[in-house]
């Protein structure tokens, strides 16, 4: 029988909470720095109110929720999908302030989408941003989706070790890395520091070469390099990476697509000194096969439907999008409208399955993730050879992950319901969609963007969009980057607050 | 005779009608596939040049959506001021041959211009700081401060362990 | 001032692990370009043939 909750268990998850506010409050300073460097004195009050309301939240919540108790699972799960509402909510007071959107409820949305890494923008006006707006809705990607805001908020002001390690798993970052919690998250900062670096210079060099003058290359380029690390894919421009009319952007744009795509264990290891990992990776070696078959499929379409003619176009335009999708970032060279009016449906629904199947496990990306496609895959070809070779043959199945782990009947089961959640999701997020009067492929492609946590629009997504369609993406970009089950788990939890009440 | 009269005055009316005018950028790539490879006109506000040697690109901004024009690098030259959080780029009409998908350029939606003006010069945009928003910042910036304070001394005096960042100082 | 003297070769080595990890991760993006690159161009090549 589940236990009644007890204020206990609320003054546990409230007070963690406000270690996540304390944190978020640190975040909204960091743009007053753009802010100077720029001369944008306007907006810096912004980023002080921002703040100033975190921390005053962080601290009435840890005092009068102080508690000595130790989080167990169900704390962490439930303080991990509320911290995932509150840090964007807070987040998105500097976005509001600025008028950057129509109101509060966009910005709450952007904030979302900075947060999880969607990308999904209902910003007015993007060309005529301010620095210092700009840069924290690319900071947001790269803070909560490339690193993690529980990673650093529990690595900064954890309690003990086993308190931060329930949180990780509740933030779908089940590593075993390291032996402490604390050096687990210095080795996830000091990868994406790296990255970062990498990605800011091959975007820099890019953007001088394209024609940007010097100081633009670099704040471009550090956008950039923090939303594609993160798989984010917010942009600098309204007309996202089209802006640069260059391939070489698009080039450095795959390069960190693809690193971000990575499991952060992956990158552990190969950094360690085992490069040859990387191709014996159950999820590389998926990742590799999916990029280039839905690569050839959409390229074959549209070039056969005399869309692209030309090998240089099927590479900028298919290509490029189909490992857009499938890292879940989200970066464009199409406009919004040719997906919705002009792409075929073929190519679409490609698409919209490799958002859907999205990067690896334990990376930036979102999705149902390879390593559980692998997973059931194989599953599904053990079954098939079980049906074919005599009864009394031992089919034993496993994958290689870093390490050979044995295909077990509890691993299928974990990745299947994943999987089914994930679909069951997509299937209302569509039919939503849908019912606000979109066409099927367009409500799936967009669904499977906000789900996936891609930001890849065919238009549906705008400033002008149903209120009920932008809570419901916003539902879909918070489920999608907790892995669907941390909200089944506080849903659990509420109700069982209101079947059994709180008790003392 | 009439014949030649009348072959004469089809090929002036071919030269006379104008060519396809965009309302506006929104429409241009709504439309794409009807305007592909037509003349079309595009007035907007200049938010990017890119120069590439000889050549270079002009992103122009209309009804929320961006175009990028390939010009010559001399009319790119004639920009001024281009659009961002403190200005308001030049207001350019540039008449050329729009692609829905340039063969040229890799499949980009782009307009190959023949005819680059400048109409209108970009302005600066004043920002001053909102004196409200200044003071509500300040109230709360010390609110915080106090509320840090306040409750750490409280915890003192109820010998709790005092959270962070309430005991950093 | 006491400093140590900065050698690349010794940082080199010591980070050589990290550093041809990095280029390795790097390289998989540019094989995964390439190959890309040319299924694109195979598939105008077979669309052109007659």
Redesign the interface.
């Known amino acids: 029988m589940i236990p009644a909750v007890t204020r206990e268990d609320l003054k546990i998850i409230g007070y963690n909470l406000g270690k996540i506010c304390y944190v978020t409050g640190a975040v909204l300073f960091l743009p007053i720095i753009v802010a100077v460097i720029y001369s944008e004195f306007d907006t810096i009050p912004y980023f002080l109110i921002g703040s100033a309301i975190a921390f005053i939240l962080g601290c009435l919540i840890s005092h009068f929720l102080y508690t000595k108790k130790e989080m167990e699972l169900k704390h962490a799960v439930c303080m991990a999908a509320l911290a995932w509402l509150l840090a964007p909510i807070l987040a998105s007071v500097p976005i509001l302030l600025s008028n950057a959107t129509a109101s509060g409820l966009d910005a709450c949305f952007e904030s979302v989408s900075g947060f999880t890494g969607t990308g999904l923008t209902l910003t007015l006006d993007i060309d005529h941003l301010s620095h210092s707006i700009n840069f924290l809705r690319h900071f947001l990607q790269f803070f909560g989706d490339g690193i993690g805001i529980i990673v650093v908020s529990l690595s900064i002001l954890g309690k003990t070790e086993m308190s931060s390690v329930l949180a990780f798993k509740g933030e779908t970052k089940d590593m075993g890395m390291r032996p402490s919690i604390v050096r687990t998250s210095r080795m996830i900062i000091k990868i994406a520091v ?1 990255f970062l670096i ?1 990605g800011t210079i091959l975007f820099t060099v890019a953007g001088i070469k394209a024609g940007l003058d010097p100081g633009t290359a670099v704040f471009d380029g550090l956008n950039h390099s923090m939303t594609g690390y993160a798989t984010g894919g917010f942009s600098t421009h309204s007309q996202n990476l089209l802006y640069y009319h260059s391939v070489w952007v698009e ?1 450095a744009a ?2 960190v697509m ?2 971000g795509a ?1 499991n952060f264990n992956l ?1 552990y290891v ?4 085992r ?1 040859r990992e ?2 014996k990776n159950i999820e ?1 070696r998926v990742l ?1 096969f999916m ?2 078959t839905f ?2 499929l959409v ?2 379409n549209l ?2 439907t005399n869309f692209y ?4 176009a ?2 900028r335009k ?2 490029f999008h189909v ?1 857009s999708a499938q890292t879940t970032t989200g970066f464009q060279t199409v406009s919004p409208s040719h997906f919705m009016l002009l792409w075929p449906v073929f190519s679409m629904v490609l698409l919209s399955a490799a958002m859907v199947i999205g990067g690896s496990a334990n990376s930036t990306s979102g999705g149902i993730k390879m390593l559980r496609v692998g997973v059931l895959l194989k599953s599904f070809w053990g079954d098939v050879k079980r049906a074919l070779l005599p009864k009394t043959a031992v089919v034993r199945g496993s994958f290689h992950n870093i390490e050979d782990t044995p295909l077990t009947d509890t691993v299928i089961k974990g990745a299947a319901m994943i999987t089914i959640s994930y679909l069951i999701l997509f299937s209302v997020g569509t039919a939503i969609t849908a019912a606000h009067g979109y066409g099927l492929e367009d409500s799936m492609f967009e669904t499977s963007s906000a789900l996936g946590n891609v930001g890849l629009s065919c238009g549906i997504t705008s400033p002008s969009m149903p209120a009920m369609l932008k809570v419901t993406y916003m539902f879909l970009m918070w489920a999608g980057k907790l892995e669907i089950m941390a909200v089944f788990v506080l849903f659990g939890f509420v109700i069982l607050c209101l079947r059994k009440g709180i008790k003392k | 005779m009439r014949r030649k009269v009348c072959f004469l005055a089809i090929i002036l009316l071919l030269f006379m009608i104008p060519p396809v005018s965009a309302e506006s950028g929104k429409e241009l790539v709504e439309n794409s596939v009807h305007f592909d490879n037509k003349v079309v006109t595009l007035r907007g506000e200049v938010v990017g040049v890119l120069t590439r040697g000889d050549s270079a690109w002009v992103n122009v901004l209309d009804n929320e959506v961006a175009i990028g024009v390939w010009c010559r690098a001399n009319d790119a030259k004639k920009v001024s001021v281009i659009g961002d959080y403190t200005h308001i780029g030049d207001t350019v009409e540039v008449v050329g041959t729009f692609h829905f998908a340039c063969t040229e350029h890799g499949g980009d939606l782009d307009i190959h211009a023949e005819n680059f003006t400048v109409l209108a010069s970009g302005k600066v945009v004043e920002r001053a700081p909102d004196l409200l928003t200044v003071l509500l910042s300040a109230v709360l910036v010390a609110l915080a401060i106090f509320i840090i304070f306040w409750l750490r001394r409280l915890r003192e005096e109820k010998s709790k362990i005092v959270p962070w960042p309430m005991s950093w100082t | 001032m006491g400093l140590r003297k900065f050698s690349l070769v010794n940082f080199l080595k010591k980070n050589f ?2 550093i ?3 280029l ?3 390289g ?3 094989l ?2 390439a ?3 040319f ?3 195979l ?2 090549f077979i ?1 052109s043939a007659p």
């Open positions: 790296t990498i080039v795959i390069v693809v690193i990575i990158h190969v950094l360690g000194g490069r990387i191709l590389v590799l990029l280039l690569g050839l390229s074959a070039l056969f003619t030309s090998g240089e099927l590479f298919c290509v490992i | 692990n990290f041809t990890g990095i390795s991760e790097i998989l993006t540019l995964i370009i190959v890309a690159m299924i694109c161009l598939l105008v669309k």
